[in-house]
């Protein structure tokens, strides 16, 4: 490739973890020098990182907080963002296709436009599966935004009040309840369920409600694999069951979902569960858009990518984090969907720019497996299992894995900001949840 002596527009799709992360080192390196545009583009004028979504649902978490606005990162970090929906591609011409932007009121605050590119970067991340299960989409609340998560929440309060109050769902029974289903034991699914029980024991304290927090409130997580957390060991799999049960979590395995009501859950072995909330945490698949780009992609809607997250048949353009179907060519594994795969992916791909540009090849992607994390919340300690770092593997659980949890969302922080305002940052809010109750109340 000759070198790049004009200066080339780099469009980066997607504001999440990993594309996020990108475009400020991009923005660092190049824009603060105009050697090269940097353009983000995302649907949302606001970056919450995914994994907190289901602390927000919980309200254990406000996410006013700890949203940071794309307009301020950019003019931080010397990039462009434009605000809109990617809704097409024409690579013929190198642009992109941007829906209009409305205000809540429905008046269009931006028209659709077009956006032209030199090299063009897929962040899209991904959405929740339904499965096309009957009523999951519209009676089950998955975890995919703020509003989302927030709506769960505000709906779990107003369960618990209506329940004391004798308009709930159980008002003709001697003693109300409020029921919770979590579809899904994956990380998302196990992490809420264990956070919510916390939210039920705080509730009742601030006296929002007068539910005894363990009889009254009942959380049952469904999963229609053998075990909870598949994607992770055995052993990380077992302790945290039993930790999900000292918490009087009902856990369900090997019962598939068949249907959602207003009232509850029908599973393919017969079996009917209450519930006056359903979470639906069973399983992810990529934005629908990215089977009309004209792009390879998998069964799962992912773009397919070559070892140097190039799409197959166009160098131009590049997919990482949740949306990109990537095989690493030294295990010949396919990279999972995680957030530290993402943060290796934006990694990379900012060494692959600065090749691009100079006109060097680009090196192939390795993914290394740090391992994983769960949090079980304010009542437990976290189950974890460390691979890549030890080059083995073990198990780690207490103190010490909490500490290792909490310092993944700092390290993301710093990514996007730096050491010394991460520190500020994680400063402010000990200081912050030392005069705010631990739960959002209203």
């Not at 829906?99 to 959405?127: I, M, N, Q």
């Not at 009917?272 to 858009?289: E, K, R, Y």
């Not at 792009?295 to 353009?317: E, F, K, S, W």
């Not at 090749?355 to 079980?376: C, E, I, N, Q, T």
Request: proline share 5%; hydrophobic share 45%.
């Amino acid at each position: 490739m000759p070198a790049i002596t004009e200066r080339h527009r780099i469009v980066v799709v997607g504001g999440g973890a990993g594309g996020l992360e990108l475009v400020t080192r991009l923005g660092d390196r190049f824009g603060k020098r105009r050697s090269a545009e940097v353009i983000l583009v995302d649907r949302n004028p606001t970056h919450i990182w995914k994994p907190l979504l289901h602390e927000v649902a919980a309200g254990s978490m406000d996410p006013n907080t700890h949203q940071l606005e794309y307009a301020a990162q950019a003019r931080w970090h010397h990039f462009e963002f434009q605000q809109g929906e990617l809704t097409g591609i024409d690579r013929s011409r190198k642009c992109i296709e941007i829906a209009p932007c409305f205000d809540p009121e429905g008046s269009e605050l931006l028209p659709g436009r077009e956006l032209f590119y030199d090299t063009l970067v897929l962040a899209v991340g991904c959405v929740t599966h339904f499965f096309g299960v009957p009523g999951a989409e519209t009676h089950a609340i998955a975890l995919d935004t703020v509003e989302q998560a927030d709506r769960f929440r505000r709906k779990l309060i107003s369960a618990c009040i209506r329940a004391q109050s004798g308009r709930g769902r159980t008002a003709a029974a001697e003693q109300p309840r409020v029921d919770i289903a979590v579809v899904g034991a994956g990380a998302t699914g196990v992490e809420l369920a264990a956070e919510l029980r916390n939210t039920a024991h705080v509730l009742a304290a601030y006296g929002i409600h007068s539910l005894d927090p363990r009889r009254d409130v009942h959380i049952h997580v469904i999963e229609a694999g053998q075990r909870i957390l598949p994607a992770l060991s055995p052993r990380v799999s077992e302790e945290t069951r039993k930790l999900l049960q000292k918490l009087h979590i009902n856990v369900l395995t090997a019962e598939r979902v068949t249907e959602v009501s207003p009232l509850g859950i029908q599973t393919a072995d017969g079996k009917w569960i209450d519930a006056d909330l359903t979470v639906w945490a069973a399983g992810i698949t990529a934005p629908s858009v990215l089977c009309n780009l004209g792009l390879p992609v998998n069964r799962a809607g992912q773009v397919i990518v070559g070892p140097t997250l190039q799409a197959d048949g166009d160098p131009d353009i590049f997919a990482l984090g949740d949306c990109a179907s990537c095989t690493c060519a030294h295990t010949q594994t396919v990279v999972p969907p995680r957030a530290q795969a993402a943060h290796q992916q934006a990694t990379f791909l900012f060494a692959a720019m600065k090749a691009r540009l100079a006109g060097k090849p680009l090196a192939s992607f390795r993914y290394k497996d740090f391992g994983s994390l769960v949090s079980l919340g304010h009542f437990s300690a976290v189950g974890s299992l460390m691979g890549g770092l030890i080059g083995g593997s073990m198990f780690i659980e207490g103190v010490f894995a909490r500490l290792m949890y909490t310092s993944l969302y700092r390290m993301h922080v710093m990514a996007l900001h730096g050491a010394l305002r991460m520190g500020l940052d994680t400063t402010a809010h000990w200081l912050r949840s030392k005069t705010h109750p631990r739960i959002k109340l209203h």
